[in-house]
T-cell receptor, first 114, second 111 residues
Framework: DTGVSQDPRHKITKRGQNVTFRCDPI?????LYWYRQTLGQGPEFLTY????????KSRLLSDRFSAERPKGSFSTLEIQRTEQGDSAMYLC????????????FGPGTRLLVL | RKEVEQDPGPFNVPEGATVAFNCTYS??????FFWYRQDCRKEPKLLMS???SGNEDGRFTAQLNRASQYISLLIRDSKLSDSATYLC????????????FGTGTRLQVFP
């Protein structure tokens, strides 16, 4: 499967713990995006990268959230001191510039904070 | 006002029916428009882009009315497999990387 992959697919944690998610984009896709989706809502943009550079961060991304893409390939999203309100599906997407605007989404990581 | 507004539904229609979804967006300078489909507990997948002149892909027709800031999706001859949530998506002006999603409209096609 050469699509976007995310790991883990599910994560249950206790409030106050730190969690880290990983996203592997489609090979040669230089742009990588993170979105968050809560129940009954559409995905909300969090941040995106052009290669290793983080180009934009949403105001939704509080100080407890940090995203990296150190080598311009995979990306990690870390949430520190998780809160119950962080429970959501975290979606990663990627695309290749110059090859259309379509963003291809991964299966998501479903986070539940108890 | 939400940036993208959709009727959440659900729309319950029999197989073979024609169904239409509407969406409005708040920023008149939005440049790109899409419909994504999302199955239950799955990721969103692009259904079709929406062009100013309107466009069709098989049983699906999308239209854009920039003056009214309104996007529509028409599904003809509904199939059971069309059951899903349909997400209306726009991009912010001058930044096609930031997708703004509506809450989605749920469609349930029954036999």
């Amino acid at each position: 499967d050469t699509g976007v992959s995310q790991d883990p697919r599910h994560k249950i944690t206790k409030r106050g713990q730190n969690v880290t998610f990983r996203c592997d984009p489609i090979s040669e896709h230089n742009r990588l995006y993170w979105y968050r989706q809560t129940l009954g809502q559409g995905p909300e943009f969090l941040t995106y990268f052009q290669n290793e550079a983080q180009l934009e961060k949403s105001r939704l991304l509080s100080d407890r959230f940090s995203a990296e893409r150190p080598k311009g390939s995979f990306s990690t999203l870390e949430i520190q001191r998780t809160e119950q309100g962080d429970s959501a599906m975290y979606l990663c997407a990627s695309r290749k510039t110059g090859a259309g605007e379509t963003q291809y989404f991964g299966p998501g990581t479903r986070l539940l904070v108890l | 006002r939400k940036e993208v507004e959709q009727d959440p539904g659900p729309f319950n229609v029999p197989e073979g029916a024609t169904v239409a979804f509407n969406c409005t967006y708040s920023n008149s300078a939005s440049q790109s428009f899409f419909w994504y489909r999302q199955d239950c507990r799955k990721e969103p997948k692009l259904l079709m882009s929406v062009y100013s002149s309107g466009n069709e892909d098989g049983r699906f027709t999308a239209q854009l009315n920039r003056a009214s800031q309104y996007i529509s999706l028409l599904i003809r001859d509904s199939k059971l497999s069309d059951s899903a949530t349909y997400l209306c998506v726009v991009t912010v002006p001058y930044n096609t990387d930031k997708l703004i999603f509506g809450t989605g409209t749920r469609l349930q096609v029954f036999p």
